[in-house]
């Protein structure tokens, strides 16, 4: 039991590392992954093009890049790279709780992070979420670390001894490089920087009130609190140093998307998603839907979703009022961790009112980070048989969340590939077409758009101009070295620009079934 404490730490890396990489090519690339695939395929000039006709900025591309031609760019070496960043996400998270609590509240909070669904499938896919709360964890870090200890959070002196000097420089520098890196990683990072001031100014404001009874003699000095100094410009110009080389291409994106409206996937929020994300957050989202522009949270066999939006809402409210009526001492820090989660929730959520539309789980992936510091804290409270409970409820609900099934059929099938290697094939939607660009290439394939078969998205980033289409069913049907592939069950549907007479089954691989016609 002594080494088990001395290393429980490193007891829960291990865990989260486990529950991370158990499986991890087992299921299938959906869209975005695919995406992915395919840029850091190409060139690396091509794949900056590819960068720059989508909406996001170029870091993780051209680290995964590298990284991922170590594992010939397979779906295994792909999600590697976040499944690292997601492990180290648990240890970013145990150190920024370590700082403003204490050990114990740290290992909570890790224990949360290493289990939650929610992080564990960000974790394994493809994508730049996971390096993303990375970094944003990272900066917070060394933001928080430039400010008095919880004891000494109301002198004075405390604050300008941390804050300044040559261990506040490096803390500003570090806190710059590491929201930089956001920002270069993900376009939310730049949202992060009102909300990271608004930390800064939250801790110079009590200190200063509390040395100056509230007077008109004392407005002033009020006021210059939430003036920035030294330190909190320093690492503001880190931040700004190190993306002002991807400006041009930001400022096209932002063009791009006002004229394109390239992110009406996404739906105005209202204000009870807050409550929404947070469930999705503890308890995940359904793997199969992943696909989809917004995922809702997991479903429970016998539980409303209502009945669980109330519950979260409740209980999170709980937890936040019985720790500022027991934790006195950290009032600060638990000011800290709400306003990097629900402040910075509630900041995308205003957003919408400008027409800006940004509210999805993934984007926030960071705020459900210091969301589960704030339960790693009232576990570290509370006592030993109520964390028994908590965690045992918390079993419960899991194991009764509805499974939805998801595609398994691609990986399936490109490990047989070599069969229909004198075949070419057809697909019947664009979204499935870049899907199968990633596991077969371009090359192989002929999109017939069965919806809508005028329509050519050779535009979309993922596809470009070396598309091979066809308006034609006649084409489809007459080429008897071709075969369709399709995730659903051809033959049944009704659809005026297909018909299904003569189509036969050849093969199937779990979820991907091979046509052709007779």
Known sequence: MKYVKKYSFYLILILASALRLWQLNRRDFWYDEAFT??????????????IMADVHPPLYYLALKFFASFFGYSVFGIRLFSVIFGVLCIFAVYLFTRELFNKKAAL?????AAVSP?????????????????????AAYFLVKQFPVPSARYSISAFVTTGKGKLGARNSILFGLFLGLAALTHYMGIIFIPVFY????????PVLSSQFPVSK??????????????????????????????????????????????????????????????????FGTPLGEMSSGMPGPNEFYGIADISMWIAVTIFITAVVLYLFRVETRYASSLETVLLLSLGFMVLVWFLGFLGKYYFVARYLLPAGYF???????????????????????????LFLTIPLGYSEGWNEFSKNQDKYKNNGFYILNAFDYVIAKYYLGADRFTLYNVD???????????????LKR??????????KEALIISNTQLGGQDNVNFDPTGLQLIAQYKNILIYRFR
């Open 37 to 50: 695939g395919i840029a850091v395929k190409e060139s690396w000039t091509g794949m900056l093009k590819m």
């Open 108 to 112: 909570y909070a890790g224990i949360i």
């Open 118 to 138: 929610f992080a564990i499938q960000y974790s394994m896919e493809g994508r730049m979420y996971s390096m993303f709360a990375f970094f944003i964890i990272m």
């Open 371 to 397: 969301i589960f510091v704030l339960l790693g804290v009232w576990l570290a409270r509370i006592r030993l048989p109520y964390r028994v409970m908590a965690a045992g409820f918390y079993v419960i609900l």
């Open 217 to 282: 003699k004392r407005l002033l000095e009020l006021f210059k609190s939430f003036l920035p100094d030294k330190n909190i410009l320093v690492g503001y110009a880190v931040a700004l140093l190190i993306f002002t080389p991807w400006i041009p291409s930001f400022i096209k994106h932002l063009v791009k998307n006002a004229a394109s409206n390239s992110l009406d996937w996404i739906r105005p929020a209202n204000f009870g998603d807050i409550a929404v994300n947070i469930q999705m957050f503890i």
């Open 198 to 205: 608004a930390v800064y100014g939250m801790y110079k404001f």
């Open 470 to 479: 066809t308006e034609n069913f006649e084409d489809l049907k007459n080429d």
């Open 452 to 466: 809508w078969p005028p329509y050519n998205p050779d535009y979309w980033a993922a596809i470009g101009p070396s």
